[in-house]
């Protein structure tokens, strides 16, 4: 599985790092990026899905299902 954070829509909630901190990680202003190019390992899938469900600005988008 692959994610993609888009930028201009994250609003630093920072919920996504709750569910699945090894898939996501805080910039310098508290906004979200897809760790690792995006590449979800197995272990963290479950976590991940969790943040895209809850993200209140829809801002985490899966991009492929490997």
């Known amino acids: 599985m692959r994610i993609q954070v888009e930028g201009a829509r994250c609003q630093a909630y920072g919920l996504c790092?709750?569910?699945?901190?090894?898939?996501?990680?805080l910039d310098d202003w508290g906004y979200a990026t897809a760790a690792d190019d995006g590449l979800v390992t197995a272990p963290d899938v479950p976590g991940v899905e969790k943040?895209?469900?809850?993200c209140p600005a829809q801002a985490i988008r899966r991009i492929d299902s490997d």
Not at 17 to 25: K, M, R
Not at 51 to 54: R, Y
């Open 17 to 25: 790092v709750e569910h699945a901190p090894a898939a996501f990680q």
């Open 51 to 54: 943040a895209i469900a809850e």
